[in-house]
């Protein structure tokens, strides 16, 4: 599949909140593939808002919001289910339905070269086997487990056949955090990513958000994360939505140099206003 220009695109999105309140006004944006996003803004800013319409979660807004077809969302929301059947890995292994179906079927077609068959049958099996083979590569897929251990001891999570339903908060979202890094999704959406990690957990999170390929677009108040792994910052004020080129800490120059030539305007505004009224 070609890779589309934008990978997400809003057009006049809009959003009310009760009573009546617009959150987001008219926004218009197109988000590029592979860009790292970190969004900004005031509590009450419509930052989950705005990453709930994009997950699909969300669809009572105005306007369009829709992903490049045969795009994989990856969602992280503030408050995550997890599937209380499961166990902890159980939870962690729903992200990785689709490679292990590949390899269950890589296991399928190994198994059936001992049975007898005709030889139009070994040739379309051997081509099976080749196909395969060449999309587990490229999906890292032969090392699964070992990427499943390593994800799961950097997040600190609890033993692996904990009974989820007796999680902590924080545990819960640790879990589903993992689930979704290893579902290796075309655009990540995450809210609070670095809420209930330690240090460390935080730093192996930035090294591996700063090898994903795909789409990041998180919302976070670590300003040090957010210098670390955005490339661009949203910042949603008074309902616009304003993207600006950098990390956390150009865009705070940035924005200081932008109030300062607003004060600057406005300031001449009244200089002028006040001559006016002078001359009334």
Known sequence: MSTPQYIYVMKDLR?????????????????FPGAKIGVVGANGSGKSSLLRIMAGVDDDYQGEAWAAKGTRVGYLPQEPELDESLDVRGNVELGLAEIRDLMNRWDEVNARFAEPMSDDEMTALIDEQGKLQEEIDAKGAWELDRKVEIAMD????????????????????????????????????????????????????ERYLADFKGTIVAITHDRYFLDNVAEWILELD????????????????????????????????RQTLKRELDWV
């Open 238 to 269: 008074r309902g616009a939505g304003i993207p600006w080129e950098g990390n956390y800490s150009s865009w705070l120059e940035q924005k200081e140099a932008r109030l300062a030539k607003e004060e600057k305007e406005d300031s001449r505004r």
């Open 15 to 31: 959003k009310i909140v009760p009573p009546k309140r617009e959150i987001l006004k008219g926004i218009w944006l197109s988000f």
């Open 154 to 205: 950097a997040l600190r999570l609890p033993p692996a056949d904990a009974d989820v339903a007796k999680l902590s908060g924080g545990e819960r979202r640790r879990v589903a955090l993992c689930k979704v890094l290893l579902e290796e999704p075309d655009m990540l959406l995450l809210d609070e990513p670095t809420n209930h990690l330690d240090a460390e957990s935080v730093a192996w999170l």
